[in-house]
């Protein structure tokens, strides 16, 4: 059984950025690919970026490709989402998950939500214009 807890979110101005943690405890994590999602109200989840366990392999969604940078650190068991310049379009509740089988380490299925087995509690992140 693998935990997830994200911190790091907070309100910013657009321009500004963050840096979100997604700590994982339990056995398996450094193994894992990781994920970071986001909801806005109203809106369907949607995937942010994901890296692969060694952190070689590495994809970005169109919306934040060039201004978010994923990255891992095994040795802490955290995974990282470095944001900068945020839009208030970038405003959501910001998630880790964990899939343990790699169902999920590829451009097709990344965003596929049933395919993570562990999910945190996620962080809201709110940019004011």
């Known amino acids: 059984q693998v935990q997830l807890v994200e911190s790091g979110g907070g309100s910013v101005q657009a321009g500004g950025s963050l840096r979100l943690s997604c700590v994982g405890s339990g056995y398996g994590y450094s193994s894992m690919c990781i994920a970071w999602f986001r909801q806005a109200p109203g809106k369907q989840r949607e995937g942010v970026a994901i890296?692969?366990?060694?952190?070689?392999?590495?994809y970005y969604s169109d919306a934040v490709k060039g201004r978010f940078t994923i990255s891992r650190d095994n040795a802490k068991n955290t995974v990282y989402l470095q944001m900068n310049s945020l839009k208030p379009e970038d405003t959501a509740m910001y998630y880790c998950?964990?899939?343990?089988?790699?169902?999920?380490?590829?451009?097709?299925?990344?965003?596929?939500?049933?395919?993570?087995?562990?999910w945190g509690q996620g962080t809201q992140v709110t940019v004011s214009s």
């Open positions: 890296t692969s366990p060694a952190g070689s392999w590495i």
């Open positions: 998950a964990a899939d343990p089988l790699h169902k999920n380490c590829n451009s097709v299925s990344w965003e596929i939500l049933t395919g993570y087995n562990y």
